[in-house]
């Protein structure tokens, strides 16, 4: 008690006010007070194992966890979630634990908290920094109405992939655009005050090279080098970090032969040490006694040593360092100095979230009855959900017009839970918006047809979807109604849970009987409008594809899927949306990205010594950067500038050419000179501007190069500024050959 009321001390007013020093001093006061056991307790994370606004759990693992909680054995946990919840939970920490030390609480909070948002690679796709940063902010103000303090996203790896179910989660395969949205959403999350109650800590995940796992398989090996990691892996990571990231996630993978979460290369060198990033490591979820698995670690014992020695801060449910960091101090194989390293890092997170001077900051009942599925969220996830839609196909079909005989089909079409995507924190299934009703609201008198169901039983975060490969009722149906109108709209595509963790698929073809579906719809119907769903590229082989009137990508909309992809195809929203990753033709190509090193003998060629296949083409179906418009846009011949500071102008003119108003995201690539620190790719992109453009107008675009955006780096990690002939594209998209331009760097 009296040292609850020693303690009180610390939970001073407003926290913002108070700066990083003190912060320091106040963070040392506390340490002071602290045992050896209560130290690692502030560096073990739990998953919420009771429910605290029941009865004290009478026996079992719950009962064990709740008297470790206690003890002080416990600085985080995640998955709670609701001010109810948090608050008892905080109140065991804060009154019954001899220090009072509150819990932080983290949760997935990816795309959105129960009001959904785009999947983060559809957001990727809309190009827009300040939208992406916008519905991350959004986000924060839904979670920590809810009481959650830290959520685990940004997840900012690059991959090439689309196999990998969690491609679903990132930004895409370039480290440019991949950097540019990692800072826009540790910005949102975290605004300019974490101490703000309507704020929460961003972690960027996972260190690192998580998006490279073999086979595109989850959880697999990785292997890949230095360079790799320097000039692909690591950009958005650094960009995060200089974003001010509060915290970072350990890959479930390893580099070099190392499991990230023993990595002290990664941890203690690059993040700590040379980016002297200041926050802290949390490990991912039993990563640390996955090390047994990997071959790493003979017990958990040695497994939370080594964690704790390579940097990495906080356990995340291995209940290792609970269990086994306080005899590995004592018996002096882990410095104690390690352990206090990570408390200082976990402390100035619980400071800098205001948490000593408040620790139910984020529990208002009443924010949280008038924040949550709020009106304003609603209407941004709409409008986000409608700049993420890529068009990929269009033959003079869209938009649709009102008075247009349409009827609309596929499994998707009155689906509500599998548009919502993969994360979805507190959103119950069922409560997305379908495509029928989006569309009922232009045409009240739609006509309508499932077709062949796509998949049947469990739709949960941890149970596998059945997938229909045999049951084809309601194809005849579907069909008769396709062929009584005029245009045949489609829905088809992946559920939510066919992306995301653990929802790797060898074939990247649309699940089950739809594509047979949409094969035999297309045979027979001149006018057939795909609206694809999905988490990751897909495949549509060129057989059905090129007959397709149209073809829009609305991924994983969210809560606004319906609407949003209604608006889209009558044209109430000119689509923007832009491709962050290629669509390969076959699985085969993968891993495939726009940036890919060339070799030395770059294909294709009609002789047989060059790097191609010999039964597809190298180029994918869409290329990063890809997407259209219903306007139309030229671009003028590009022209240089080089200015004596080595800084290089380079600038467009585009214009709309058509009769809308549209947006056109103007990409710049470059092809970097020859240089003895290491190869570049074909291309890279360098930078982009979105240009709005009014029916008929012209626009200048002008995009600065400073000798810094010509560089890479060696695979030691050293940065090299270009030198020799650059030759830099002003495209539309990562595949477009004109518009180029060399010059000159001494
Ligand atoms: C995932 C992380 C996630 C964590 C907590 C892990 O399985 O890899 O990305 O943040 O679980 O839910």
């Not at 690692?40 to 009962?63: C, D, H, K, R, Y």
């Not at 839970?417 to 979805?424: K, V």
Request: glycine share 8%; net charge neutral.
């Amino acid at each position: 008690m009296k040292l609850r009321l020693l303690l009180s001390l610390f939970f001073l007013p407003c926290a913002s006010l108070v700066s990083a020093q003190n912060f320091e001093q106040r963070i040392d006061s506390v340490m002071r007070l602290m045992t050896l056991d209560e130290k690692i307790g502030q560096m073990n994370q739990f998953n919420g194992f009771w429910n605290a606004t029941g009865p004290v759990p009478a026996e079992g693992n719950s009962l064990e966890r709740y008297e470790i909680l206690r003890k002080g054995g416990v600085g985080s946990v995640l998955n709670v979630q609701g001010v109810k919840e948090v608050r008892a939970l905080q109140k065991i920490a804060v009154e019954q634990t001899r220090l009072g030390i509150p819990l932080i609480f983290g949760c997935d909070v990816i795309h959105g908290y129960k009001t959904l948002t785009p999947i983060p690679l559809a957001e990727a796709a809309s190009w827009d920094l300040q939208a992406i940063e916008k519905s991350a902010r959004n986000g924060a103000t839904e979670a920590s109405a809810a009481g959650i303090n830290w959520t685990f996203a940004p997840m900012v790896d690059i991959s090439r992939d689309p196999r990998w179910g969690r491609v679903m989660e990132g930004a895409g395969e370039d480290p440019y655009l991949g950097a540019r949205i990692a800072t826009a959403r540790v910005r949102g999350f975290q605004g300019d005050d974490l101490s703000a109650p309507n704020t929460i800590a961003a972690c960027a995940k996972h260190f690192a090279g998580y998006g490279y796992v073999q086979a595109g398989r989850d959880y697999h090996h990785t292997d890949f080098s230095a360079y790799t990691l320097y000039n692909n892996i690591l950009p958005p990571f650094k960009a995060a970090q200089e974003a001010g990231v509060a915290t970072f996630m350990n890959a479930f993978t390893a580099y070099n032969g190392v499991p990230a979460s023993a990595d002290s290369f990664l941890m203690r060198q690059i993040l700590k040490k040379d980016w002297a990033f200041k926050g802290m490591v949390v490990s991912d979820w039993g990563s640390i006694q996955e090390m047994m698995a990997h071959g790493y670690a003979a017990s958990l014992q040695e497994a939370a040593e080594l964690a704790a020695l390579a940097g990495c801060d906080m356990d995340m449910e291995s209940m290792a360092y609970v269990r086994h960091l306080a005899d590995a101090v004592r018996q002096k194989r882990v410095p104690e100095a390690r352990v206090n390293e990570a408390v200082r890092r976990i402390l100035r997170l619980k400071f800098a979230l205001g948490l000593f001077d408040d620790p139910y900051r984020y529990c208002d009942e009443e924010r949280e009855a008038t924040t949550i599925g709020s009106a304003t969220l609603h209407k941004d996830a709409l409008e986000m959900a409608k700049k993420s839609m890529v068009l990929l196909e269009n033959k003079g079909i869209l938009p649709l017009q009102l008075n247009e005989d349409v009827v609309l089909l596929g499994a998707l079409a009155n689906d509500r839970t599998a548009p919502l995507g993969n994360w979805r924190v507190s959103a119950d299934n069922g409560t997305a918006i379908p495509l029928t009703t989006g569309l009922q609201a232009y045409f009240p008198d739609l006509r309508w047809a499932g077709g062949p169901v796509a998949w049947s039983g469990i739709e949960a975060f941890h149970a596998p979807i059945q997938v229909n490969e045999t049951d084809t009722t309601g194809w005849a149906g579907a069909m008769a109604l396709a062929l009584s109108a005029k245009t045949a709209i489609v829905a088809l595509g992946e559920h939510g849970y066919q992306s995301g963790e653990g929802r790797s698929r060898a074939s990247i073809h649309l699940p089950g009987l739809q594509e047979a579906f949409l094969r035999a719809l297309v045979q027979q119907h001149p006018r057939v409008v795909l609206v694809l769903f999905a988490g990751r590229p897909l495949i549509i082989p060129d057989d059905i594809r090129t007959k397709l009137g149209a073809l829009l990508l609305a991924w994983q909309p969210g809560t606004h899927a319906g609407d949003a992809v209604a608006a889209v195809l009558l044209g109430d929203h000119n689509p923007s949306g832009r491709l962050p990753m290629t669509f390969p033709r076959h699985e085969g190509q993968i891993p495939m990205a726009y940036n890919d090193y060339t070799g030395g003998r770059p294909g294709p060629s009609k002789e047989v010594f060059w790097s191609q296949y010999n039964d597809l083409p190298n180029s994918p179906v869409y290329p990063f950067g890809y997407g259209l418009s219903y306007s139309t846009f030229t671009y003028s011949v590009p022209k240089l500038q080089q200015l004596p500071n080595g800084k290089v102008v380079l600038s467009v003119e585009i214009t709309n050419t058509s009769q809308v108003a549209g947006t056109e995201t103007v990409q710049l690539y470059a092809k970097l000179p020859a240089s003895k620190h290491g190869i570049s790719p074909g291309r890279q992109l360098l930078d982009f501007q979105q240009l709005p453009l009014a029916a008929g107008a012209t626009k200048k675009v002008v995009f600065m190069l400073t000798p810094g955006s010509l560089a890479h780096f060696d695979a030691q990690g050293q940065k090299h500024l270009a030198k020799g002939k650059v030759t830099a594209w002003l495209v539309p998209n990562s595949a477009d050959v004109a518009n180029s331009l060399t010059f000159v760097i001494d």
